[in-house]
């Protein structure tokens, strides 16, 4: 008996495609999280400048009846210009494709161009932070390393360097409810670092995991946890210096900062524009089609006693 198989007789089409599309692995975007957000105008230049009185003395002398007038003090004040930068990508798609293609491929293109256009906005404002920021180089750890890795002891000096500098902590303090496993929780800084030291935090003895909070309003799903008064968010982009330690280990930098130290501006009528080209525009046989993002932005550390860029490395 003959039987016709698919061996024999093969379908027209082999292949079809499957309904939606994979996911695509995308870090968090971290750093734009505790920034004081502006946005410049339109026609009003290229810079944006911020202004900072000085702190005038308080008067702490008693007059007396001397009738003599205390020195005056003379009000002072500092100037810091954050300078818009302008950034762009594209893509060009044949019209054959654009034609034959079963897909939205528009669409989806579409999509990650956008997403591409986020994730450069927040590796710019990180390598602007690496830069910038002051360096704190842990110290309390046990690994015999410089820096050591991370410790309880680094935090609260963490802590008492931006108390000290009078920093607004960011976010207000947990109180405990009755929920199993829970605690209280402090008001915080905010310490942004990657996804890598996960281990490290998990070590601590007072680290308490975001499912420890009371509860989970105001939770982002980037944070990982918290320690004294420092809440962690974590993201695979975070900047990791490779074989840097006195040691050759990995050395992992955390952008730590109070409210209001840094800032990121956008561009009133410019940021994010997503522009797209018929290929009637791109010459005589009108061939291809182009996608593109553009957008501007700028950034600068406005409190710089408010930011610290803790370094340190794993423990052994």
């Not at 698919?6 to 692995?25: F, K, R, W, Y």
């Not at 410790?151 to 303090?173: P, Q």
């Not at 968010?233 to 990995?250: C, H, P, V, W, Y």
Request: one cysteine or more; proline letters at 5%; aromatic letters at 10%.
């Amino acid at each position: 008996m003959t039987i016709t198989s698919t061996s024999d007789l093969v379908a027209p089409i082999l292949q079809s495609l499957a309904p939606g599309m994979l996911s695509v692995p995308t870090p968090e975007f971290i750093y734009r999280l505790p920034a004081e957000r502006y946005t410049k105008g339109a026609n009003e230049g290229t810079t944006l400048r911020f202004m900072r009185p000085r702190r005038l003395k308080p008067p702490i002398k008693a007059l007396g009846n001397s009738g003599i007038e205390p020195n005056p003090q003379i009000p002072q004040r500092d100037f810091k210009d954050a300078i818009m930068s302008f950034y762009a990508t594209s893509v060009i798609l044949n019209e054959q494709l654009l034609l034959q293609n079963q897909d939205s491929t528009l669409a989806w293109v579409s999509e990650r161009l956008a997403v591409a256009g986020y994730e450069a906005e927040d590796i710019i404002l990180r390598d602007y932070l690496m830069s910038a920021a002051g360096v704190y180089n842990c110290r309390g750890g046990a690994n015999g390393d410089n820096p050591t890795n991370f410790s309880e002891r680094d935090a609260s000096n963490i802590n008492s360097s931006l108390s000290t500098a009078n920093a607004f902590k960011l976010t207000n303090g947990k109180l405990g409810e009755n929920r199993y496993g829970s605690g209280p929780l402090r008001a915080a800084y905010i310490m942004l670092s990657s996804t890598e030291a996960e281990p490290e935090f998990d070590g601590l003895e007072e680290f308490k995991s975001s499912w420890e909070y009371p509860n989970r309003e105001d939770v982002a799903t980037s944070e990982y946890g918290a320690i004294r008064n420092l809440r962690i968010f974590t993201s695979s982009e975070a900047k990791i210096e490779r074989n840097a330690s006195m040691l050759g280990a990995d050395v992992f930098n955390a952008i730590t900062t109070g409210k209001e130290g840094y800032a990121h501006i956008d561009q009133d009528k410019y940021s994010y524009n997503l522009i797209y080209r018929d290929p009637i525009y791109s010459g005589p046989s009108a061939l291809n089609a182009t996608l593109a993002i553009k957008f501007a932005q700028a950034q600068l550390i406005t409190q710089e006693t408010f930011v610290r860029r803790v370094r340190f490395t794993l423990a052994a």
